[in-house]
């Protein structure tokens, strides 16, 4: 029999496998280069893995959700990336289905827990 916490941590990685998207795309109206990306993202909270942010960064820059371009002027040159316009459209899109997907799962919850449906016991 599997251990509860073992998989408590492995259904967490996979929510939060499902979450890092949307955490990138959040914080891409100013322009961000990958390290900066990293530490911005753990000071709110999400934990991501340099390994995992930048092909994930590649990935939505072929997705033309982002644009990039590089800045040689320091020694060492750092690529910086933007939400692109699509970018920006996906990403408002994607927040107005993230809501209705959290008030679901609250409305689910409260559900289970004997609450009514707006979270009042």
């Known amino acids: 029999m599997a251990d509860g916490n073992e998989t408590v941590a492995g259904l967490l990685s996979e929510l939060r496998r499902g979450t890092v ?6 914080q891409l109206a100013e322009p961000q280069y990958g ?3 990293v530490s911005l993202l753990e000071e709110k909270g999400i934990a991501v893995e340099p390994g995992t942010l930048y ?8 997705q033309e959700l982002l644009e990039s371009r590089w800045d040689t002027n320091e020694s060492r040159p750092r690529k910086y990336y933007l939400l692109s316009e699509l970018g920006k459209q996906v990403f408002a899109e994607l927040k107005q289905e993230w809501r209705k997907l959290v008030a679901s799962m ?3 919850m409260n559900e ?5 449906r707006h979270g009042d016991r």
């Not at 998207?21 to 959040?26: D, I, N, P």
């Not at 092909?55 to 072929?62: A, D, G, S, V």
């Not at 289970?112 to 009514?116: A, L, P, V």
């Open 21 to 26: 998207v949307m955490g990138v795309l959040s």
């Open 35 to 37: 390290y900066s990306l």
């Open 55 to 62: 092909p994930l960064l590649r990935r939505l820059e072929k």
């Open 106 to 108: 609250q409305d689910m």
């Open 112 to 116: 289970s827990e004997g609450g009514d």
